[in-house]
């Protein structure tokens, strides 16, 4: 792999960045034409066996894929291409492991919007085209909803489950927890705890098929609602939100931090996680996912660590613990006095 960061201190350095999209463009694009999910099943190919595969043209096909090759993502291997480590592991369809829903949805959604950057910092306006009371009402598009999310959520869950001791809790609680994904991990691994999850009553269906394909059937339940116009359903000892505040603006955040001190039980903990940004911001990854909020919401956008402590104050939590989670988030845990 020979991909550098550009020396922005140079022309030849700022020309290499503004090109990055190009890059993305290459990813996004093989996730698009399941490059990588064939390659895992086929296993090395030539390019041409590649082409009659995936029924391309033909033309530019060896620099798409040298492209790949050099960005990390394909290995050269018997005459042909193999997937790298990373992408064998990460973007191979139907595999648990898979990430790939979060780039399908980068590339219907967050790359055209990207588009139109312009056009939001001028209007405040998000540039989706698609309000997620649309998205909700397109079963095609909701699944991919949840792939995205899913994505996410295979790569922090394990690693929260780790950070948190669950042995005194016997229930939890994930707030737009989408189909259950997360709430899953955390039941499968503590198999002591009773989970429900609550989200938009259409993705019931897609919440019980995935349920049932991690065998929790029965341990974890599903709630249809709105959490701005409906009560938490149940009470529990852990409240979850995980990637759930940074889609509203701050006073919503904390109308729903207030809600959820109100669901956890006496004793309990709310547990937070988003791609907090710092009180003087410089984290490139963040500062790119509080855009894209910009881009896809209505008044979303990432937010610092120190606005979320001030919402648990008002809310009445009686103590803040803030941790870094994975590469990017950070999780705060809110203790409830007991």
């Known amino acids: ?24 463009k290459a990813l996004l694009t093989a996730v698009e034409l399941d490059l990588f999910t064939t390659l895992h099943t086929k296993g090395a190919s030539t390019e041409e066996e590649i082409r009659k595969e995936l029924g391309l043209h033909g033309r530019g096909l060896s620099d798409w894929l040298n492209l790949l090759t050099s960005l990390g993502l394909l290995e050269r291997a018997d005459g042909g291409y193999r997937n790298a480590k990373g992408a064998d592991t990460y973007l191979v369809r139907g595999e648990r492991t898979w990430v790939g829903g979060f ?6 959604n967050l790359y055209p919007a990207w588009g139109r950057l312009g056009e939001a910092l001028r209007t405040g306006e998000q540039q989706s085209g698609s309000h997620f009371d649309v998205v909700v009402e397109n079963p095609h598009i909701l699944k991919q909803f949840v792939h995205m999310m899913d994505a996410l959520t295979h790569v922090v869950g394990p690693e929260l489950v780790g950070k948190f001791d669950w ?18 991990i955390i039941v499968k691994n503590q198999p002591h705890l009773q989970g429900h ?22 341990k974890v339940h599903f709630h249809g609602g709105s959490f701005f116009t409906d009560p938490l359903p149940v009470k529990a000892d852990v409240v979850t939100m995980g990637h759930v505040l940074h889609d509203w603006d701050e006073k919503q955040r904390g109308e ?12 309990g903990a709310l547990i937070v996680y988003d791609r907090m940004l710092d009180d003087e911001p410089d984290h490139v990854e963040n500062l790119v996912i509080s855009l894209d909020m910009l881009l896809v919401t209505d008044g979303g ?27 990017y988030d950070t999780v705060v845990v809110c203790r409830k006095a007991a």
């Open 1 to 24: 792999m020979t991909q550098t960061s550009p020396d922005v201190s140079t022309s030849a350095g700022i020309i290499r960045l503004s090109n990055a999209f190009c890059d993305a």
């Open 103 to 108: 780039l399908e949805r980068s590339n219907r």
């Open 167 to 184: 042995s005194g809790s016997k229930s939890v609680l994930d707030v737009g927890g989408a189909r259950g994904n997360l709430c899953s």
């Open 197 to 218: 999850v609550f989200d938009l009553p259409p993705m019931e269906p897609l919440f019980d098929e995935h349920v049932e394909s991690y065998g929790l059937t029965g």
């Open 256 to 267: 729903l931090v207030a809600k959820a001190f109100e669901a956890v039980n006496p004793g």
């Open 301 to 327: 956008s990432e937010y610092p660590t120190s606005e979320l402590l001030a919402h648990a104050k008002n809310a009445g939590f009686a103590s803040t613990e803030v941790s870094p989670l994975s590469d």
